[in-house]
């Protein structure tokens, strides 16, 4: 089976940016698309990004756009998540998860995740 592992969380400041990083290990066939997430606590899981490695294609939600920037290395099977400007409102754990079908931003549509990755924003 497939191993995902994010790494690149912390503690910013408000305005900063940060980069998340998603490696896959493992079982990698059929990991055509993948996607990033997050989840605070009480509220839940938000879709944030999408891309398909081999083409580049990246799907976002209009709610993030412009400031969350998802990209990734097809050969490493790695996928990336840049956070520009971020708010204390952004603070989550987030996590990349492997696409398998179905609609980007419905969890169900994943069948491969992380273990998650903090992400805090004092003011």
């Known amino acids: 089976q497939v191993q995902l592992a994010e790494s690149g969380g912390g503690l910013v400041q408000a305005g900063a940016s940060l980069r998340l990083s998603c490696a896959a290990s493992?079982?990698?066939?059929?990991?055509?698309?993948m996607g990033w997430f997050r989840q605070a606590p009480g509220k839940d899981r938000q879709f944030l990004a999408a891309i398909h490695l081999n083409s580049g294609i990246t799907i976002y939600p209009n709610s993030v756009k412009g400031r969350f920037t998802i990209s990734g290395d097809s050969a490493k099977i790695t996928v990336y998540l840049q956070l520009d400007s971020l708010k204390p409102e952004d603070a989550a754990v987030y996590y990349c998860a492997r696409h398998y079908g179905g609609e980007y931003y419905e969890p169900s549509s994943y069948n491969a995740w992380g273990q998650g990755t903090q992400v805090t924003v004092s003011s």
């Open positions: 493992g079982n990698t066939a059929h990991t055509y698309v």
